[in-house]
């Protein structure tokens, strides 16, 4: 895969990076986005004629709108949108608040909605596209102990099947990926090591997910992949 426009959400975070550097690899330019543009800088750096940065919320639908305008107004048209925003904290139905439930729902589900609202609009008048969201394991598999989690990822990976089937007739391909664990540097400082052994690399998940965006994966849209290896 060569040429076009992506767009990354979570650009900072470990996945995020990840899909960014995979993206450049393929030879697609790439706008990560981030929070501020700090979390960021490190790729900015390592692939000045590749990757620009932009920060908003996007948990905020207006700060979200802001930035595809600005996009609008530098004619950068994106070809594909990767949703790798998200966070995660545990506890039970009963466990859980108020605030646990708002912040998993504001992070996980928010930040992809109004991301995917925005790039749906340009990509069906572009007359095609492919939008790659990142949901989770525990969204079809267990979760106890991650409720607010797991269910804010399962309404991911709904929206994403739902949206495949409204861009169909527009040529936009829509898909998720459900990484479990991910081996990064953050979850090996806090997991056991037994547990680490099973993650699967950050970069082995990017791969996946810039494959499905590429002319190879054209017949797959409303998929759901797993890509948490041996969990």
Same mark, same amino acid.
């Given at each position: 895969?060569?040429?076009?426009?992506?767009?990354?959400?979570?650009?900072?975070?470990?996945?995020?990076?990840?899909?960014?550097?995979?993206?450049?690899?393929?030879?697609?330019?790439?706008?990560?986005?981030?929070?501020?543009?700090?979390?960021?800088?490190?790729?900015?750096?390592?692939?000045?004629?590749?990757?620009?940065?932009?920060?908003?919320?996007?948990?905020?639908?207006?700060?979200?709108?802001?930035?595809?305008?600005?996009?609008?107004?530098?004619?950068?048209?994106?070809?594909?949108?990767?949703?790798?925003?998200?966070?995660?904290?545990?506890?039970t139905l009963v466990e859980s608040g108020?605030?646990?439930y708002r912040d998993m729902f504001a992070?996980?589900?928010?930040?992809?909605?109004?991301?995917?609202?925005?790039?749906?609009?340009?990509?069906?008048?572009?007359?095609?596209?492919?939008? &790659?969201?990142? /949901?989770? #394991?525990?969204?079809?598999?267990?979760? $106890?102990? =991650? @409720? *607010?989690?797991?269910?804010?990822?399962?309404?991911?990976?709904?929206?994403?099947?739902?949206?495949?089937?409204?861009?169909?007739?527009?040529?936009?391909?829509?898909?998720?990926?459900?990484?479990?664990?991910?081996?990064?540097?953050?979850?090996?400082? &806090?997991?056991? /090591?037994? #547990?680490?052994?099973?993650?699967?690399? $950050?970069? =082995? @998940? *990017?791969?996946?997910?810039?494959?499905?965006?590429?002319?190879?994966?054209?017949?797959?849209?409303?998929?759901?992949?797993?890509?948490?290896?041996?969990?």
């Open positions: 895969m060569s040429g076009g426009l992506a767009i990354v959400t979570g650009a900072g975070g470990a996945l995020g990076h990840a899909v960014v550097t995979e993206f450049v690899a393929t030879g697609v330019r790439v706008i990560a986005v981030a929070r501020s543009v700090e979390d960021v800088a490190s790729l900015v750096a390592a692939h000045p004629d590749a990757v620009a940065a932009e920060a908003a919320d996007l948990t905020d639908p207006d700060e979200v709108a802001a930035l595809w305008q600005r996009l609008d107004e530098r004619g950068a048209v994106p070809n594909f949108l990767v949703n790798t925003a998200g966070a995660y904290r545990g506890g108020v605030d646990d992070v996980n589900i928010d930040t992809a909605w109004w991301s995917c609202r925005e790039a749906a609009r340009r990509m069906s008048e572009l007359g095609g596209g492919g939008i &790659v969201n990142v /949901a989770s #394991r525990t969204a079809v598999h267990g979760g $106890a102990g =991650s @409720i *607010a989690y797991a269910v804010a990822k399962a309404a991911v990976i709904k929206l994403s099947q739902v949206l495949a089937d409204e861009l169909k007739d527009a040529g936009v391909r829509v898909n998720a990926v459900l990484p479990a664990v991910i081996d990064t540097p953050a979850n090996a400082a &806090v997991m056991p /090591a037994a #547990r680490m052994t099973k993650a699967v690399p $950050a970069e =082995s @998940i *990017a791969k996946v997910i810039v494959f499905l965006c590429g002319p190879d994966a054209s017949p797959i849209s409303g998929a759901v992949i797993p890509a948490y290896g041996r969990y």
